[in-house]
């Protein structure tokens, strides 16, 4: 996804730094990020890097996994304003521990990396929705001119002051990752509905605020057209590139960790954030748990 856009913004005129790491680095630096849609094939010459020379008037855009924000957020220059281009919710709270003016955005954007020097983006012709705004809420001048930068790259992108109630509902949303990761797409609607129905619960004894799929629906309309060769997404794509890690303590983890502090167990998201930490530790290939395998393993 950070490859994506910061391909995008790039070729729309912006200054672009990318900071990526090992192979992945190495091939931007010697032939460019080729950036792939279901259109056409451009390579972007961008700027990058492993460690960045910063500058006073940078905006940083974080785009890994949140199990690596942190790591990355201590590295980060006193004052610099950070924008969590990232699905979950944590991301937005470990960075306001460091900085002042942190922005949170909903991200709708599907795409792939399974190669180095190699993105892929799968929506067309709008490449993805990317609203807005501030944390804990709130917009200012700095979300209009990413908002404005985000749609120079040809993103649906608004300053949107209750950010973080969208960003709930997407994490819903991604509960099903973990289960497309190990099980792949064929006969997991009855796992993705129970981890979502799960999840939906405990926010609501939470408290927490969450845009209702009614909204999302009326927002997102039939702007993300989706390409038939998208093969996976963003959980599945960890494990087909055997990172070793995999985001599930963030997005089924985020609810069992607000039914611990409920006081509420919560099976079907703490099965899936053990087995997709299991897959991702072991090295076991994406998809390759039966439906009916995930099911007799639970704990209900």
Known sequence: MGGTLGARLSLAGHDVLLVARGRHLAAIQSDGLRLVTPAET????????????????????????????????????????????????????????????VYGVCVMFPTAHLEPGVVEQHSWPTPGLLHLGRYPSGVDGRAGEVAQAFRDAGFLSEPTPDIMRWKYR?????????????????????????VREEGEAILAR??????????????RGDVLRVADTRTGGSSWQSLARGTGSIEAD??????????RLAGVVTPWNEHARRLA????????????????????????
């Open 42 to 101: 451009t390579t972007a010459r961008i700027e990058a890097t492993e460690t960045p020379a910063w500058r006073e008037d940078d905006v940083v855009l974080l785009c890994m996994k949140s199990q690596d924000t942190d790591a990355v957020l201590r590295g980060l220059p006193e004052g610099v304003p950070v924008v969590c281009v990232q699905n979950g919710v944590a991301n937005e709270r470990m960075a306001l521990r460091r900085f002042a003016d």
């Open 170 to 194: 997407k994490l819903i949303m991604n509960l099903g990752n973990a289960i497309q990761a190990v099980c792949g797409l064929s006969g997991t609607e009855e796992i993705v509905a129970h």
């Open 206 to 219: 939470a408290g927490i605020d969450v845009a209702s799929r009614e909204e999302d629906r009326r927002q």
């Open 250 to 259: 963030y997005l089924n983890g985020e609810i069992v960790l607000l039914g």
């Open 277 to 300: 930490n299991l897959f991702a530790r072991q090295g076991l290939p994406a998809g390759s748990l039966s439906p009916a395998d995930w099911l007799s393993k639970i704990d209900l």
